[in-house]
């Protein structure tokens, strides 16, 4: 047999092909751009979100490097430094801490750095730059301020810095450089000296005898990047394999810790959304090419008959995807990046992070939306392609895009045909075509009455139950901090302060929190209760480390009586009791709070004895309450592997053994006269904004704040929900009109044995109905079910909703593709009446 190549023949049959279905062609565009325009805005807003992650957590570590070797002596840090495959450095020397007494709630490091550690750790100058004279130093704009200095050159500030072994440098530095720092974002501050004041004050210092003394005042930290950050931790190790050394190393937790990868949880609701996208797509785009191929199965037939194969078929179609998919991608990949950049900080507003959106312009976004838009047209394409090439030449030419599989029966009547049973009938005659349009208009309706389950799920009082019980709460934001342990005062809002709000006018009384932290013993419950988590087949990091260390970190809660009537809500075990738990004997526990939150274990139950070694006491367990119990009073962060503990405000005021540290304050709240809420407001304002460590909020900021939740929810979910409908739309009116023209000669011969123009109106009117009946059909009985189990997994899941379901995104639908309906059997009816009988039935000659 002799080869032949005709790619070129079969290329121009597509490119021809094309030409000749310029409607056709627009509504895959359209379709192939919308479902492109998704996914590209899915994994845009994936990825920024993964980069506005990582940014913080790196402003919180100091620095983009992938890696450090920490504690080095100057041999050390030579041998590491010429690694070939360390791409890029920088070099920090420890030079001691400020020990000012206006810093002792702030702690600053004193650093000696490089030109690479100011470019990879966020120091972006004001004015002037790194210090080069020995009384010259760099500091931030909050220690600026703290010390009372304008953010100007050559300022003089007066300064001591303990450079360990009970030494402290005590001089005037002038300020050769300043920069913009968040003081509530950075573990600890920093100021950066000179290599002349090193080599003057420190450099005498045995690196070796400060690591023993803890001080580390004249070890240095090699800051390292990498080609990239795979695998990170085993690349350090690798340098120090090679080259012999033993130091200590860490990986930037940046890359590790906070980014979607870290739970494939966070993954989810993208995956689902692009899903959802892809199945969406896929169903308009292989409708489209099926009704295309049915329409022009004759000329599939021909082009068999002349000698075209099989395979040659389906790549003629599959030509004509891929040519449409290139027109596409451009506008949809462009429009979803723009789209993705406008809804990203939307989404990132749902999460606690307090850094600046990031957005990410990484060449996976497009790669990867290109690579899912491409196979969802590569497979809605593929099954018509391979329908097209199965058909013979004979069966071509009478081929109507009906099945017969069986023998025709024949329908009596005794009063005739039936309009209705008419249009029943015709929808049943190709039902894969019935199926693809049912199947894309229900995936809208279920979408959209999923999200609205889920809005509609949102309770304000639950809300606001779980973050303040009063009309208003003045915060420790020192304790209270979702992102990390902040600077300042703990003791900020002191009894006094408290005293305070309460003498303000209006103000009926003031329950306060008070906190301390505890570490105590492992017993036996407790190992027996860790010991299977630590040996499974991924032990999260902390349970190993909680066993060797042989104890759990308990936060004790010491609570007015205003809060007890919300203790009742989250028991588990036991019963809680006003009376005895005044009496100060009696403790109220959560469920351990182990990484492995699926399972929540108790290490105690009512009645078992608990003794607090900072409190020099033992109490009796009243109650186990949930683990995420008065979330309200707590300071919203959790010991892992321990436990919140409640007692009665009281025991954590008394006056505590020799040696213990006085319990904080972790909030007041307010509970005013209704009448006088805005002089309260406005009185206990003055008092807290004269302080950053405190913030005063109301019943109304809480509620604001659900409502712009709600906003953005709406925003993206609805959004998403037209989208997608959208393509539903799409998808029915290509199928009513394609499906009537393709009829054309079978209305035409109904029209000459006497059917009348109204009839036959009517008839594709109930043609219309029966398609809106049967969507309403499925979307009651297997949508349902889809959008109550959906909306209650989600409702369950978040902790400020209660469930409720409705019928009422069932309903609103309706009437909407009923009006759609119309419209579409109108325009198909136009459409068809623009030939006469005559030139209709000269088509089946």
């Not at 121009?12 to 325009?37: D, E, F, G, M, V």
């Not at 394409?381 to 009478?398: D, F, H, L």
């Not at 403790?587 to 004895?609: Q, R």
């Not at 953005?712 to 799409?730: C, D, E, H, M, N």
């Amino acid at each position: 047999m002799i080869s032949t190549n005709n790619r070129k023949a079969i290329s121009h049959l597509a490119k021809k092909s094309l030409k000749a279905n310029p409607a056709r062609n627009l509504t895959i565009i359209c379709a192939i751009i919308l479902t492109t325009l998704l996914i590209t805005a899915v994994f845009t807003m994936a990825l920024s979100i993964n980069k506005s992650m990582e940014r913080e957590r790196m402003q919180t570590t100091g620095g983009d490097y992938h890696g450090s070797f920490k504690y080095l002596n100057p041999a050390e840090l030579e041998k590491l430094k010429i690694h070939p495959s360390i791409k890029e450095y920088a070099v920090s020397l420890q030079a001691g801490e400020i020990s000012t007494p206006i810093f002792k709630n702030n702690r600053v490091e004193v650093l000696r750095i490089d030109e690479n550690y100011v470019k990879h750790s966020f120091i972006h100058f004001i004015e002037g730059g790194l210090p080069v004279r020995e009384d010259e130093i760099v500091l931030n704009t909050w220690e600026l301020d703290l010390l009372g200095a304008k953010h100007q050159l050559g300022q003089v500030v007066k300064l001591d810095i303990d450079i360990g072994d009970n030494k402290v440098i005590s001089q005037n530095f002038k300020i050769s450089g300043y920069y913009e720092a968040d003081k509530n974002l950075a573990m600890s501050g920093l100021a950066f000296v000179s290599e002349a004041f090193t080599d003057k004050h420190i450099s005498r210092i045995n690196p070796e005898l400060s690591m023993v003394k803890g001080s580390y005042v004249n070890t240095s930290q090699l800051l390292v990047l990498f080609n990239n950050s795979f695998d990170i931790e085993k690349k350090l190790k690798g340098i120090l394999t090679d080259t012999g050394l033993d130091v200590e190393y860490g990986v930037n937790p940046a890359y590790t810790s906070v980014t979607l990868s870290e739970n494939l949880i966070n993954i989810v609701p993208y995956a689902v959304v692009i899903l959802i996208t892809m199945l969406s797509g896929y169903l308009l785009i292989n409708n489209i090419f099926y009704i295309s191929v049915v329409r022009d199965v004759k000329f599939y037939g021909l082009l068999k008959t002349i000698g075209t194969t099989p395979r040659q078929l389906k790549r003629i179609i599959l030509i004509q995807a891929r040519r449409l998919y290139l027109i596409a991608l451009p506008f949809g990949l462009g429009a979803g990046y723009l789209l993705g950049r406008l809804v990203t900080p939307m989404v990132n507003s749902f999460s606690s992070s307090s850094a600046n959106t990031s957005y990410s312009a990484s060449p996976w976004i497009f790669a990867g939306a290109a690579a899912f838009s491409y196979i969802t047209v590569w497979m809605a394409s593929s099954k018509p392609g391979r329908m097209a090439s199965r058909i013979s030449p004979v069966e071509a030419v009478k081929f109507a895009g009906i099945s017969n599989v069986r023998k025709k029966k024949s329908k009596k009547s005794k009063h005739g045909a039936k309009l209705h049973n008419m249009a029943l009938s015709n929808l049943f005659r190709s039902k894969k075509k019935l199926v693809l349009m049912l199947s894309s208009l229900s995936l809208s309706i279920v979408l959209f009455s999923t999200i609205y389950t889920v809005i509609s799920s949102l309770d304000v009082n639950k809300y606001l139950g779980a973050f303040i019980s009063g009309d208003f709460v003045v915060q420790n934001e020192v304790l209270v901090s979702i992102t990390g342990t902040r600077n300042g005062d703990p003791y900020k809002l002191s009894p006094e302060f408290c005293r305070k709000l309460g003498e303000i006018n209006g103000v009926k009384s003031v329950d306060q929190v008070y906190y301390r932290r505890e570490f105590t013993p492992l017993n036996n419950n407790i190992r027996a209760i860790l010991k299977p988590l630590a040996t499974s087949s991924n032990p999260d990091p902390s349970i190993p480390w909680t066993l060797k260390e042989g104890k759990i970190p308990i936060k004790l809660y010491g609570l007015d009586s205003g809060w007890y009537d919300l203790m009742n809500k989250d028991v588990v075990e036991g019963l809680f009791d006003k009376q005895k738990f005044d009496s100060g004997n009696y403790v109220l526990i959560t469920e351990a709070i182990t990484p492995d939150g699926s399972n929540p274990a108790t290490y105690y139950h009512p009645g078992d004895k608990i003794s607090y070694h900072d409190l020099g006491k033992s109490y009796e367990v009243m109650a186990v309450l949930k683990q995420y119990a008065l979330y309200a009073a707590t300071t919203k962060g959790y010991p892992v592997n321990g436990y919140n503990a409640f007692l009665p405000a009281s025991e954590l005021q008394k006056e505590l053994p020799q040696g213990s540290q006085p319990s904080m304050n972790v909030s007041a709240t307010l509970h005013a006269d209704p009448d006088k809420l805005d002089a309260v407001e406005q009185a206990a304002r003055t008092l807290t904004d004269a302080t950053n460590e405190l913030t005063l909020k109301s019943r109304e900021d809480y509620k604001a704040e659900l409502g712009g939740f709600i906003r953005i929810f709406q925003t993206l979910g609805y959004g998403l929900s037209f989208v997608i409908a959208l393509i539903g739309i799409l998808n029915y009116v290509n199928t009513v009109l394609t499906g009537v023209i393709s009829r054309r000669n079978e209305i035409a011969v109904l029209e000459s044995i006497g059917m009348t123009k109204k009839q036959l109106k009517r008839m594709l009117i109930y043609e219309g109905l029966y398609n809106v009946f049967f969507t309403v059909l499925i979307t009651s009985t297997l949508g349902l079910l889809l959008t109550y189990n959906i909306s209650k997994s989600i409702t369950d899941a978040l902790a400020f909703m209660v469930f409720r379901m409705s019928w009422l995104p069932f309903i609103l639908p309706v009437p909407v593709l009923l009006i759609i309906a119309y419209t579409v059997t109108l325009r198909a009816y136009k459409t068809l009446s623009r030939a006469t009988i005559v030139e209709r039935l000269r088509e089946i000659e």
